[in-house]
């Protein structure tokens, strides 16, 4: 059953933003903390004729990855991020998405997620996430979700 998460990412985010009329097209829902979802790339995102852009299949692993965050309820980024890329990532097709955490050690997150075009894995990643207070993102002075209000307050004194 899929579940509703109390947070929501940037409506700007570049992979999934609803208010971003750049973005990648992803959309995930949650299944406990499994986060599950799709992205149809078109011409915009061609890196040959037909075939996707590997930048846009590490964005979209970045964000797909990052999701994880919102069920585990701990605000976090990317220190480093690994994608392989296993199969052709082939333009117009609807490619699914699936990422979860493999492993939690203190402030380090490990996250895992794969893309598959039906049967076919296209890519896999793996990438170290690290828990950060809300508050680093507040150097940029720009106003922060309103969901984001007291995130990860419990994670960050577990
Ligand atoms: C947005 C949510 C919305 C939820 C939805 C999210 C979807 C969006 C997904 C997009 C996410 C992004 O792209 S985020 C944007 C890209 N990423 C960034 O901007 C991060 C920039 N980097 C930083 O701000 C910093 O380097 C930090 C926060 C990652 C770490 O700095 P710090 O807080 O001072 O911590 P530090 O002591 O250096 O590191 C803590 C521990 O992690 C280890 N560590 C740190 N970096 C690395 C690394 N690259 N490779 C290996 N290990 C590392 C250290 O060795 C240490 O281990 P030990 O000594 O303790 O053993």
Same mark, same amino acid.
């Given at each position: 059953?899929?579940?509703?998460? @109390?947070?929501?990412?940037?409506?700007?985010?570049?992979g999934c933003?609803?208010? #971003?009329?750049? #973005?990648?097209?992803v959309?995930?829902?949650?299944?406990?903390?499994?986060?599950?979802?799709?992205v149809?790339?078109?011409?915009?995102?061609?890196?040959?004729?037909?075939?996707?852009?590997?930048?846009?299949?590490?964005?979209?692993?970045?964000d797909?990855?990052?999701?994880?965050?919102?069920?585990?309820?701990?605000?976090?980024?990317?220190?480093?991020?690994?994608?392989?890329?296993?199969?052709? @990532?082939?333009?117009?097709?609807?490619?699914?998405?699936?990422?979860?955490?493999?492993?939690?050690?203190?402030?380090?997150?490990?996250?895992?997620?794969?893309?598959?075009?039906?049967?076919?894995?296209? @890519?896999?990643?793996?990438?170290?996430?690290?828990?950060?207070?809300?508050?680093?993102?507040?150097?940029?002075?720009?106003?922060?979700?309103?969901?984001?209000?007291?995130?990860?307050?419990?994670?960050? #004194? @577990?």
């Amino acid at each position: 059953m899929h579940s509703a998460p @109390a947070r929501t990412h940037d409506p700007m985010c570049m992979g999934c933003g609803h208010a #971003n009329p750049g #973005n990648l097209g992803v959309r995930v829902w949650f299944e406990g903390q499994r986060v599950h979802g799709e992205v149809l790339l078109d011409e915009r995102h061609s890196g040959a004729p037909g075939y996707a852009h590997g930048g846009a299949i590490a964005a979209i692993m970045d964000d797909l990855l990052g999701q994880v965050l919102i069920p585990l309820d701990r605000p976090g980024v990317t220190a480093t991020i690994t994608v392989d890329f296993r199969g052709p @990532a082939l333009l117009g097709r609807t490619l699914s998405l699936e990422s979860w955490c493999e492993k939690i050690d203190g402030r380090k997150l490990h996250m895992r997620g794969e893309i598959r075009d039906g049967d076919t894995l296209v @890519a896999e990643a793996r990438a170290l996430f690290i828990h950060v207070d809300v508050s680093h993102w507040e150097a940029s002075g720009q106003p922060l979700p309103e969901s984001w209000q007291g995130w990860g307050g419990e994670a960050q #004194n @577990a």
